[in-house]
């Protein structure tokens, strides 16, 4: 961070305290523990609803999944998940048909009965059902049937065969069992009275401040580490960097800011800092249905005009170089490593200036772009604007509020477009979702997060990914994933442009229990307690 920027921004923090006063957020006490994450208000409680990212930390500790990674990290391969509701499971060679066999007398919050494979059909069969909004639904799509085969006994039928199933729709958000009792019961009230299975269970919710759990003794691994734990919604990051520093907050979301986690070391040198690898994967669509990105030389400018490297360093431990659109910590992906040079398209300005020429464009060229204001968003694509003004291009480039920019870009109305997401490790998900003429974004707002028209303005690589859902074994699955990224990395439709960690700064005072390696934006706080 420019000297100038973290003056300003300490300051800031400084003249923060009356603000903060004014919102009462409650000092943590020794045995409870505090998070404060970047939000408004909670929206809701509802696992297969929630798309904010502090409800997502909520439900992540009053609901349980059938099965789980290890604590802090993802599970790169379909052996490495453990057991959770379900003790085992087993699939067909062919892998469309999943078994899951449950734990016994894991009770329910709240008095609401034990656990039975019925709540796990009821959970699965909304996800599925196409009258039923649920966040993420296409996650779901390959789930034929879900049915309860014995009180202890779920069994999935799927359409094409999938070998990362526990991966890909098992353990996820929407995939937390709810109790079919208590959901029918409450119906819309179960948004703030929910009722799982998890280590915590809600207590109330303050639409100012935050939600406050519980903990659940009863819980099948046994009571939480902590009495209370206390989720608080600090969108400003002024003032959340404030309750941190003094004390009034265990753990608090970072910005995702060039200089931020070093103007924190500064402040409070014995912070320690929790960060998922890779985190958000940052992808750069170019529109193929506007000039001058309908011209293979001018994509390839683009992209040897980018110093990725450069764009990952600015973020220090946060940021982390891609080739592709997969992460090169999961399987599936390309890199240096695997890739011949014509396709590593290394940061050199004068090859993207040549291009440019060869294209028609020798004195340069101009276009217009809109982007998010959020910070993320922000601060990379201004670094991009300044790299590719380097070798000739000339971006006007407007900085709009996020949703009107997720709303504009879905209607198709952007030219360069930058996409923020995480994934798991399951290698078909970026694809899909990015690259899929199924997922192409159309001007009504109903397509997907195809910004760049690939496989409907230029050929595409439907057939290969049609041959990556037909294999049931997970390494060949993974070479063909290679293929596609080989393939997308000839005709440049899209650039990922590097990856960025999430991360949460905490107290040492609070202890884990375990080390945070990679995962979702969210984890598991059943072990956490004051440090000894």
Known sequence: ?????????????????????ARRVRAASPRRISIALAARSPQTLNPSRTTLGADNWACRQIFDTLVVPEDGTFALTPDAFKPSLAESWDSSPDAKTWTFHLRRNVPFHKGYGDLTADDVAFTFGRLI????????????????????????????????????FCGSS????????????????????????PVGTGPFQFDRVDFSKGVYLKAFPQHFRGPPASPELDILYILDTTARTLAFLSGQVDMIEGART???????????????????????????????????????????AVRYAIDRKALAAAYGPMGGVIWGLIPVEFPGSVSDKNLPPDLQYPY?????????????????????CFTSQREDYSAIMLMVQEQLRK????????????????SQSDHDLNTLIMLSSSYPPVPTQPLLEQLSSHAVVKPDGTGGDNYSHYGVAIPGVDDLLAKVLEEPDFAKRAALCQAVERQVLKDLPVIGLLTLSYVIARNPRVSLGYEVKSGYAYWPLRTAQPAA
């Open 391 to 406: 070798v000739g291009f000339r971006v006007d480039m407007q900085i709009i509020d996020h949703a009107t920019f997720h």
């Open 348 to 368: 050199d300005p004068d090859k993207a200036k040549q291009l440019l020429a060869e294209a028609g464009y020798p004195n340069g060229v101009a276009f217009s």
């Open 1 to 21: 961070m420019p000297e100038i920027a973290r003056r300003d921004f300490l300051g800031a923090v400084s003249g923060a305290v009356a603000a903060l006063a």
């Open 170 to 193: 098992i353990y996820t958000m929407s995939g937390n069992i709810i109790s079919r009792k208590a959901f029918e019961e409450k119906g819309d009230k179960f948004a703030f009275d």
């Open 129 to 164: 059902d196409p009258k039923v909004v649920v966040s993420g639904k296409v996650l779901y799509a390959n789930i034929d049937r879900v049915e309860a085969v014995n009180p202890q006994t779920v069994g999935f039928t799927l359409k094409q065969p999938d070998p990362t």
């Open 258 to 300: 060039p200089g931020w986690m070093n103007s924190i070391k500064q402040r409070k040198p014995d912070t320690a800092f929790d960060a998922t690898k890779p985190g958000s994967v940052n992808t750069l669509h170019m529109n193929l249905t506007r000039k001058p990105f309908d011209n293979l030389k001018v994509r390839e």
